[in-house]
């Protein structure tokens, strides 16, 4: 049974960091191309990042580009996403998912529907 299960988040003020990990089981983390989406309440989920399977290439949303940084370790079977300087607008629960088995890296990596695992979840809030 795949599991991606997501920790990390927490409650820190604007201009604090948080690390968030997704720890992958029943996969094989290499063989996957990897994201990170959040969704804040009353908003639809969006794409804040995604790595390939080598980590030789990486997405941003224009909104986190600079502040966020994505990162894997295939060894442990671990997503990162270390997060900088955060702002109010960054509070939303962020999930980490595995595009499905195949797909090729860039076009569709910012696409939820290109993924077909998702963890459950991790609350992030930020406070001004």
């Known amino acids: 049974q795949v599991q991606l299960v997501e920790s990390g988040g927490g409650l820190v003020q604007a201009g604090e960091s948080l690390r968030l990990s997704c720890a992958a089981s029943?996969?094989?983390?290499?063989?996957?191309?990897m994201g990170w989406f959040r969704q804040a309440p009353g908003q639809e989920r969006e794409f804040v990042a995604a790595?390939?399977?080598?980590?030789?290439?990486?997405q941003y949303a224009d909104s986190v580009k600079g502040r966020f940084t994505i990162s894997r370790d295939n060894a442990k079977n671990t997503l990162y996403l270390q997060m900088n300087s955060l702002k109010a607008e960054d509070t939303a629960v962020y999930s980490c998912?595995?595009?499905?088995?195949?797909?090729?890296?860039?076009?569709?990596?910012?696409?939820?529907?290109?993924?077909?695992?998702w963890g459950q979840g991790t609350q992030v809030t930020v406070s001004s």
């Open positions: 029943g996969l094989t983390l290499r063989a996957y191309h």
């Open positions: 790595i390939s399977w080598n980590a030789g290439s990486t």
């Open positions: 998912a595995a595009q499905t088995y195949g797909t090729t890296f860039g076009a569709v990596a910012a696409e939820a529907s290109h993924y077909n695992y």
